[in-house]
């Protein structure tokens, strides 16, 4: 049974789970508006902190970040023409034409609009969704838990990059990276090379802050030195129309708004994709069926309600996985298994009646989060952009390094933390370099302990190896589910090599 009302009970008789709420909307929406930081990169670098936290709270703060995040990115893209985030990259295309025009607070408000009608709807799905699913997965054992990680490491490591083979590898070193320390069931110590605090493996959060925040920071400074500032260019407007929605506005919208939405939802239910693909394919599918196809590309107030709302629409259902199954699809979705987990409690189809009280209250964290973020962005979003402006990003990096630095060791008191963490900053930072999938490999980090248990619980159950899995139709599924995947991408790869050499050379 959905108990929502207990939901908002619990959010507000936290304490501070209520007070965390609207701090997250705020520093979602100012690090979203930030060209350069990224939303996952800020959600890790505050994992250390939720260690002092309830778990509502944790949660919470963390939950509505990702989800003001994603809609702040919205304010970069509009004004600066820079995205603060992937997912608003689409914005920018009829956000920033329309800033041009004098019509900064027109688009701003539509990509409010946009955002909170997505996330909204979103999250209703998320809520009515997860527990049916649940329901149905409780039933399923080991066999199925790990065909479904299987389909996952595939699924996650040849969509979430843009090279199939440079996911895989990602994948397969965050699988590696797990398997440091002792096995929990025969207690054999594994690439610990004689270290002691190799012994319980590697922590998740210098793992974490290491990959997101250090290499973030690296690419930040070294930008920076090259003089790769975001300006704003922004005319004045000419009328009070200008910064305002009118009734045209919302007659062309409202319906690309419905159809956008749909089409974040299904994308957020697919693990890998996320919202940067969301937003191009909402954006993309309107343009083709526009009403208005000449305004487009030059300042269409339906090409910002587009992919607004299709990229805040994927946050809700990305979490049912995570509920249901146990299972991230995005690298914010990995993060907060890691605060689940490091909060005691365990994500899977049981958290529905283990941590009843805890889910709904999140699910309201969810909704009064929204809520908060829209506030914020209907009447602040244009003095953000200017406060934005004139922040210099120089002065930044250096405190966020050590800001990182000292919550990592405080987690811990271990300066063994802090070594670690500088080490995957630098493994993230030649990553990023190479073209490797950070989110591939962190996903991969926090699913692989719980392949390896549901493989050898497998084992457990019968003595006929690998064949046992053909007795499990589920688990056949969910392996044919990842094969085909992994068929579809090379397909699309050959087509896409066919199609190069098939063109002529024009070269003299």
Known sequence: MIDLAGGFVALFSDGYAF?????????GVLIGALPGLTTAAVIAMIVPVTSYMSPLSALALLYVIGKAGRYGGSIAAILFNTPGTTAAAATGIDGHPLAKQGKAGKALKMATLGSVVGDLTGEMILIFGAATIAIYTIRLGPPEYFAIYMMAFVVIGSVVSSSMLKGLASSALGVLLAMVGLDFISGVDRYVFGSVNLMGGFSLVPLLVGTFVMSEVMVQLEATRRGEMATSIVAPPTSPDDNNLNREDLRYSLPVMGRSAIIGSVIGL?????????????YGEERRRAKRPEL??????????????????????SMIPVLALGIPGSTIAAIMIGVFLIQGVQVGPTIFTTSKDLVYGLFAAGITGIVCYGIIGWFFAPRIGRLIGRVPQRQIYPVILMLTVIAVYSVGNSLFDVVVMFLFGLLGYVMRKLDFSLPALVISFVLARGAEEALQQTFMMSADGMAFFLDRPAALIFFAIGIATLLIRLYARFRQLSRGRALPDTHP
């Open 19 to 27: 007070l965390f709420v609207i701090l997250g909307a705020a520093i």
């Open 296 to 317: 487009w590309g030059k300042g269409a107030i339906e090409g910002v309600a587009a992919p607004e709302t299709a990229n805040n629409a994927v946050s809700g259902p």
């Open 270 to 282: 697919l693990p890998g994709l996320g919202s940067a693909v969301a937003c191009f394919i909402a």
